[in-house]
């Protein structure tokens, strides 16, 4: 794509009504990385005009998590409930040029239109009745009392524009019909404030789902009814369940569609913009990239026409790859609000453990066995605990200070055992696993007090 002379915008453009998912976050990610990958700067608009669907938390709930991602924004977000004055001043300026003009058919009227086309076999889509009114009888009507919506006069000409994704297309605007641009109760469409925030806000791009492809001619069609300029659209192919459903919160299976799911399990930053910046989107690189490197090799030629289909596999094992570069000073910021001080400071617990915890619950399950008065058993370890004089000479070597090899060393010379019968029923007792983290460092941290207790249980 080559870059304009016009500083390059792109925009995020949320609804407040619930909180992101993985779709939301990918049409952020995308639009900030292609932002960045041409020198430019990437906008948050709430669009919150659906006063009874949109919640101040869930506004800032919206910046929290794109805070939390490292997906900054140029200046203030915008909020459409504040910018009522430039919406009526663009319908105004429509209705002067006869470019819009008032419905007054019911709704029970419009319904049965529809149902007649489909019965004849017609897309449904508004006959243009009220487009034949004067202006005075409309005024008229209005002066009376009259609810009315504001439609677009949509022009019955060829629609072209060059999509990033899908090239070339054409629509024709007299399959499209007439559009609500104000309701009757006087709020705004989407097609209408979304369109004329882009205009007016300078965007120059705007990637979002290829279930918005169909409102596109009709934006296109009323910017050019306004003289303002229309963004370079490009639609991305939506993000599929493995059933071949869109994702979203509704038919989330396993919790992995909401962000503040993923959060309160532990997912990290790093892992979610890695993995969803290859959903859709090819990168050759398959290492775990920052934001920085991952907007200096993004590109939209290499974004894909089919749907993508989420992998929480794939999010898993990017989760896990994050986890293993964090360092010391990392690790404890991560594990900090579910790990005591005593271990998530404690050096013996990051250089044994880290390699074994991927989310908070694993984090918490070997704090667990670490610091548990009453052990949890899984069933592998039950079969792999020893007899009772096992356990008896196990006690009888076991001393202060005391290291891992060294306590095995002793055992296995009293008992006669080695290899897996050894270590196996030593490290079921003390941990209630059969697999897990090194025993050295674990069995440091579990002291010889705590080791006591737990191998006194199988004499």
């Known amino acids: 794509m080559s870059i304009s002379k016009t500083p390059i915008r792109t925009r995020f453009a949320p609804s407040p009504s619930g909180f992101l998912h993985l779709g939301n976050i990918r ?15 990437m906008l948050l608009r709430i669009e919150d005009t659906d006063a009874n669907r949109s919640g101040d938390n869930y506004a800032a709930a919206i910046e929290d998590d794109l805070s939390w991602l490292g997906l900054d924004w140029a200046g203030t977000p915008i909020q459409q409930s504040q910018r009522t004055t430039e919406y009526n001043q663009a319908l105004q300026t429509l209705l002067n040029n006869e470019k819009a003009y008032h419905c007054f058919c019911s709704p029970e009227a419009l319904k049965a239109e529809r149902a007649r086309q489909l019965q004849a076999g017609q897309p449904p889509r508004y ?68 369109a004329v925030d882009d205009a007016l806000c300078g965007v ?52 992995m569609s909401s962000l503040r799911d993923l959060r309160k399990k532990g997912y990290i930053p790093k892992a979610i913009v890695n993995y969803l910046a290859r959903l859709g989107h090819t990168i050759a690189d398959n290492q775990l ?22 992998d929480g596999a794939q999010l898993a094992h990017r989760q896990k790859e994050a986890t293993l570069i964090l360092d010391a000073a990392e690790w404890r910021s991560w ?9 998530v400071d404690n050096p013996v617990f990051y250089e ?3 390699e074994n915890i991927v989310l908070f619950k ?21 079969q792999a605990l020893a007899d009772a004089n096992f356990y008896h000479a196990a006690l009888a070597e076991l001393q202060d200070d005391m290291e891992w090899k060294s306590f095995c060393v002793r055992v296995g010379s009293v008992t006669g055992k080695k290899g897996r019968e050894l270590f196996l029923p030593l490290r079921a007792a003390l941990t209630g696993r059969t ?25």
């Open 127 to 194: 006959s243009g009745v009220c487009a034949r009114g004067s202006v005075q009888e409309a005024q008229r009507r209005l002066n009376n009392g009259e609810p009315a919506v504001v439609r677009f006069r949509m022009p019955a000409t060829e629609i072209e524009f060059n999509d990033i994704v899908y090239g070339s297309m054409n629509f024709d605007g007299g399959d499209i019909g007439d559009f609500v641009l104000r309701r009757a109760d006087g709020t705004f469409s989407f097609f209408f404030v979304n």
């Open 352 to 354: 044994g453990a880290r």
């Open 27 to 41: 049409a952020a990610l995308f639009n900030w990385l292609l932002a960045k990958s041409l020198g430019g700067t």
């Open 435 to 459: 697999d897990g983290p090194v025993m050295g460092p674990l069995f440091t941290l579990i002291g010889k007090k705590m080791a006591h207790a737990r191998i006194c249980q199988h004499t």
């Open 289 to 310: 990239l920052t934001l920085a490197e991952l907007a200096s090799i993004f590109n939209t030629e290499a974004l894909s026409k089919a749907p993508s289909k989420y």
């Open 362 to 382: 694993e984090a918490k399950e070997w704090a667990a066995v670490v610091d548990a008065e009453n052990l949890q058993f899984t069933e592998a370890a039950q």
């Open 204 to 255: 120059t791009h705007v990637l979002r789902g290829a279930d918005h492809l169909a409102n596109t001619p009709r934006q296109v069609a009323l910017l050019s009814a306004l003289m303002l300029k229309f963004p370079t659209y490009g639609h991305v192919p939506l993000i599929n369940d493995v059933d071949g459903r869109p994702l979203s919160k509704r038919n989330d299976r396993d919790g």
């Open 335 to 343: 594990l900090c609000s579910v790990l005591p001080a005593t271990l």
